[in-house]
Every structure is written in structure tokens, then in C-alpha cells.
């Protein structure tokens, strides 16, 4: 060993070690035993470590090689392991490099072992990838993590905005009764506000007669929760999907998530309604989005309005603008306060109790939040589309 000592590093008995390595300053006190030939072979029996390693080569399988190693290394019996223990038989003069000899070769044989295990599992996965029509050294696939739909995001918005003002949430069916989405509405059979919605109806007859659809609107959940509150306050919203038979283009589409709100109590005025659907517009998308109000007739309010935001696509210019129609504004939601009629008839009294009620389109809100220019990409279930949001 002529070469130069690295820093702190130091030459005992044949090898360099770190000065810092309290296993380096231990193997100080006696030889070192770091070579084949360094095992001592007047106290180890000469062909003690020849003979387990040709029986480790030519143990075949795991069971094999378990046997080999109960054999050789096993805590009982172990023939190494009688041999460590036999350290305190040896004359003291000797005693420690004897230790120290057996075990170097109690490491030698444990790393064998370990060499043994590996070339056979290789063997296993090798003979296993030619024998079986699949490559198992192939890394496997990553587990995609899904997210929330971006309508799903933005009724969640929607709704703790609301829950933030006050209103708590119900649910009501799917499939709905007529009497309920249209009747109780004041929607009566012949009215031609029910053409409004092209409605899909459940085919079952009922006393002759279809009654049960896929509701159009949440708007039956208002006449649902009046009739389960005896007596008002009632602020309330009503989430869900609705389904229409629509011919669809950019903003619509046959199926839709819709919001209800509904406040009932003395002295709520159109007021009231006009703030809540601020603080709601604001929340959702800050102070520089333009709202619009125009009246518009739902036969459940009255006095009935319908809420705009300026369009994200043409910003309210073009004539040809394919999102907004041209018109410079996309409808969002319909609202109005709630007709007297329907107040009594849930058993309270129109003269005291007021309300308002709206429905907000939960697609249309999320189109304007992301600038997206066609409703239909929300339920083509594209990874492409949704991985986005
Ligand atoms: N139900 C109406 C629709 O689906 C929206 C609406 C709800 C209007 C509540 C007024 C009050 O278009």
C-alpha cells in the first residue's frame, strides 16, 4: 500500500479508514480480516468457507437456500454460530483474532447469502417474463388522481355563498310529480308557460294519465319546503340537476344543475333579492363583471326577473357572437318575488309574509368563471376538457 493517505484517514493493518469511524478505530486492537486471505486459516478449519459456499451454489430454490442457511447461520444450531460460539474456549492470546476471524467469515457468508437470494428472485422474475405473456420489470401504472367537475367547484361556490348569507340547504326528487313542477307552480295543463320546457316524462300512467317527469326546474322544491315549514322565516336553497328536452347549442344543454333560493318572511322585498344576488355575483366573480336585471315573466313570481352578466367572449360587442347570441349578455339566473297565490295557498298569510325565489343556472355561471364557449364540454366526459379545472 504505497499510495498517499487521503485527509483523515489512516492506514491500519492493510486498508485505509476513516479516522472518524469508531468501527475503523475498534478493528485497531486486533488484525483485520478484510480479504479472502486474510482469514486466518490456523484458527478457522481450513475449507470451512470453501465448503459453505459450494453448498449456498448449489442450493436451487428459496427452500434450499432457507435449509442452508439454518444450517450454517441458524441461531440454534448454526455451524458458524457454534463456531462464535466457541470464542471463550480459546486461549486468551488468541482469542480475539480468532473472533475477529470468525467473524469476517460469518459476513462473507452472510453477504453470499444475500448475493444467492437476489440471483434467484432474478432468475424467478426472468423465467416468469419468457413463460408468461406480461413484463414484469415494466414500472407500473400511476393511479390518476381525479378532481371535482367544474360545475360541481362552482355549485359548491355558489352554495357557501349563500350559506354564508344565511340560507341553509334541502334537496327534492329528480323525478318529480306534474303537480309539483308545473301545478303547484301555477303552470297549469293548458298554459302555454308549461312550452317553456320541453319536458321528458316518465311513461308510467297514473289514473290514465302521465304525471311523473325529470323535473325542468328546482322550482317545485319551493312549494316541497312551504309545505314541511309551518310558519315562516324560511331561507332555504334547493341545489339539483333538471332535465329538458332541449335542442342544444353553446348554452344549452338537456340536462342542467340548477340552485333555488327561497326567502319567506315579513317584509322581504325586491330589495332583499336584488342584494343577495350582488353579494352572490361579487363572491363568485369579483367587482368588475357588469349584471343587468330585465324583467321577465315566470308564472311563480311576480313581479320576475331575469339576471345577465356581460358576455366573457365578445365582451357585449359582437353581433355574431355564437355564446351570447349577439345580444352582449348571458342569463344566468331567473328570480322574482314569490307570486301571493303560492304563499297562501302554503298556508301562510300573503298580506304578512313576502318572498322572493330564484334559480340560478349553475353551467351557465361556471362558462362565465373559466371563459368556456360551449356548455356541451361539461358532460362529453373529455379528460382533455376536465383535467383543466
Ligand atoms: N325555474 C325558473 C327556470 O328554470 C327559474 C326561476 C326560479 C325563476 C325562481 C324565478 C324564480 O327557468
Excluded at 9 to 34: D, N
Excluded at 53 to 82: N, Y
Excluded at 87 to 98: I, L
Amino acid at each position: 500500500m504505497g499510495e498517499l493517505a487521503p485527509d483523515n484517514w489512516h492506514l491500519v493493518a492493510g486498508g485505509w479508514w476513516p479516522t472518524a469511524s469508531p468501527t475503523a478505530l475498534s478493528l485497531t486492537s486486533g488484525p483485520l480480516y478484510t480479504q479472502d486471505s486474510m482469514i486466518d486459516s490456523a484458527l478457522i478449519p481450513p475449507g470451512l468457507e470453501a465448503e459453505a459456499l459450494g453448498a449456498l451454489a448449489s442450493a436451487a430454490d428459496e427452500a434450499a437456500i432457507e435449509a442452508w442457511r439454518v444450517q450454517w447461520l441458524g441461531r440454534q444450531d448454526g455451524r458458524l454460530t457454534a463456531l462464535l460460539r466457541s470464542v471463550k474456549e480459546q486461549p486468551v492470546e488468541s482469542r480475539a483474532a480468532f473472533g475477529a476471524a470468525a467473524n469476517e467469515l460469518k459476513r462473507k457468508l452472510e453477504s453470499a447469502l444475500a448475493d444467492r437470494n437476489e440471483a434467484i428472485r432474478k432468475e424467478a422474475l426472468r423465467e416468469l417474463s419468457t413463460s408468461a405473456a406480461l413484463d414484469v420489470t415494466l414500472p407500473g401504472r400511476p393511479q390518476a388522481i381525479g378532481r371535482l367537475h367544474p360545475v360541481t367547484q362552482t355549485m359548491r361556490d355558489i352554495v357557501k355563498a349563500f350559506e354564508e348569507m344565511g340560507f341553509r340547504v334541502a334537496e327534492g326528487p329528480e323525478v318529480e310529480w306534474d303537480r309539483y313542477n308545473f301545478d303547484a307552480a301555477r303552470i297549469p295543463e293548458d298554459h302555454p308557460a308549461r312550452d317553456m320546457w320541453d319536458t321528458i316524462w316518465v311513461n308510467t300512467l297514473i289514473d290514465g294519465k302521465r304525471s311523473m317527469l325529470l323535473r325542468t326546474h328546482t322550482t317545485p322544491n319551493q312549494i316541497r319546503v312551504m309545505e314541511r315549514t309551518p310558519e315562516p322565516p324560511i331561507r332555504v336553497i334547493v341545489p339539483g340537476k333538471c332535465y329538458r328536452q332541449e335542442a342544444t347549442d353553446a348554452t344549452h344543454e338537456w340536462m342542467l344543475t340548477q340552485i333555488e333560493a327561497l326567502a319567506v318572511g315579513e317584509g322581504v322585498r325586491m330589495s332583499d333579492l336584488k342584494g343577495v344576488l350582488y353579494g352572490m355575483a361579487r363572491k363568485l366573480f369579483g367587482n368588475d363583471r357588469k349584471i343587468i336585471f330585465h324583467h321577465s315573466y315566470f308564472p311563480f313570481v311576480e313581479p320576475g326577473v331575469e339576471m345577465a352578466m356581460d358576455c366573457f367572449i365578445c365582451r357585449g360587442s359582437g353581433s355574431d357572437c355564437r355564446t351570447c347570441h349577439g345580444t352582449g349578455w348571458i342569463e344566468i339566473l331567473g328570480a322574482g318575488m314569490v307570486h301571493p297565490e303560492i304563499i297562501d295557498k302554503a298556508g301562510y298569510d300573503s298580506s304578512k309574509h313576502t318572498g322572493f325565489a330564484l334559480g340560478i343556472g349553475v353551467e351557465r355561471v361556471a362558462l362565465l368563471r373559466w371563459g368556456i364557449e360551449d356548455i356541451r364540454h361539461f358532460y362529453q366526459n373529455d379528460l382533455r376538457f376536465l383535467a383543466q379545472f
